[in-house]
């Protein structure tokens, strides 16, 4: 479950967050502790980066799918 903070992120704050997790998880040197807070906090901090990116092909599909209609209706105009 997210937080109302990874919520309130835009996605480039989350996924610049997110880089730097990787980044100390793969440097090492933490505690198991403070790898296990970081893997939960990658994994918050993903699931925003997904529902910006699903939000996202939602309205570029809704966009596209306007598009096409206005196509088609611009079609059937100019066909009578």
Known sequence: MTSN???ALG???ARD???E???RLEVGGTTLEESLALWERGEELAKVCRQW???ARK???AALAGERSEDTEAG???GT
């Open 76 to 78: 059937a105009e100019a």
């Open 17 to 19: 967050e997110l880089i």
């Open 11 to 13: 996605y480039e704050q």
């Open 59 to 61: 309205r570029l599909d």
């Open 53 to 55: 990116l699903e939000g």
């Open 21 to 23: 997790v990787v980044r």
């Open 5 to 7: 903070v990874s919520e």
